[in-house]
């Protein structure tokens, strides 16, 4: 299974993200964000944490006006997969491959901190490996993380069970506690809270590692 880490000037979870890919048996290949293309065979892309370009203008907004940005939208609407984890969610919003946006935090400061997340959804390669209803600790790192969507979008994400993960306790002023989302393909994932920085024993945990495994499982079975 081939991933491929999109790399942004000011990323600075994509080396985390590459090597949960590893662990969980993917090929990883860096994709620097002036490219135009993904490498061929590629399954799966990872858009990182961070503060792409210094969140200037609006975090995420000119990261997905980069030339490889052209190509992961290209890729999604293909049915291929993609994360986007903290920026990268922010990332995906502002392309519009998901919905809705990602604020200021409710209590206007930055929140750094492990968090426990509710699973709402095991139907996704991305949630496979967590039963409905469990529960996780994930860290979180972000001054925008408050997902916003109007009510009819809320509406439709619950309605379609494409609500990935909540908040047990709401960090940040997310609507509905929504911690991340799912496309209505169920093949591309957004989401605050960083599984790759508890992806392995020496980072104290690892609850994330099952996101890994399970969508690099089920892509290489495919």
């Known amino acids: 299974m081939h991933a491929a880490v999109i790399v942004f000037p000011g990323s600075n979870c994509d080396r985390d993200l590459a ?11 860096m994709v620097w964000h002036k490219d ?8 799966i892309v990872g858009v990182p944490g961070g503060f792409s370009y210094g969140d200037y203008l609006r975090c995420g907004a000119i ?9 992961v939208i290209t890729h999604a609407d293909k049915g291929g997969y993609v994360l986007g984890v903290c920026n990268g969610f922010q990332i995906l919003t502002e392309t519009g ?11 206007l400061k930055y929140v750094c901190k ?26 979180i790192a972000h001054h925008d993380g408050n997902y916003y969507a109007d009510d009819a979008t809320l ?7 494409r609500v990935a993960f909540t908040y047990c306790d709401n960090p940040n002023g997310s609507a509905r506690g929504i911690a991340g989302i799912l496309s209505e393909n169920r093949r591309v994932l957004g989401m605050m809270p960083h ?10 945990g690892t ?9 690099v499982g089920q892509l290489a079975d495919a």
């Open 19 to 29: 090597v949960a890919f590893e662990r969980a048996g993917a090929q990883v290949s």
């Open 36 to 43: 135009t293309d993904l490498p061929q065979g590629v399954d």
């Open 63 to 71: 990261a997905a006006n980069s030339p490889i940005c052209r190509s």
């Open 97 to 107: 491959i998901l919905p809705g946006a990602l604020l200021r935090n409710a209590g």
């Open 114 to 139: 492990p968090v426990e997340l509710c699973v709402a959804t095991a139907d996704s390669a991305f949630t496979s490996g967590y039963a409905k209803g469990s529960n996780l600790t994930v860290p």
């Open 155 to 161: 509406d439709r994400l619950m309605a379609e069970d």
């Open 195 to 204: 599984p790759e920085r508890m992806a392995e024993p020496l980072h104290g």
């Open 207 to 215: 609850d994330g590692a099952a996101l890994f495994a399970g969508v």
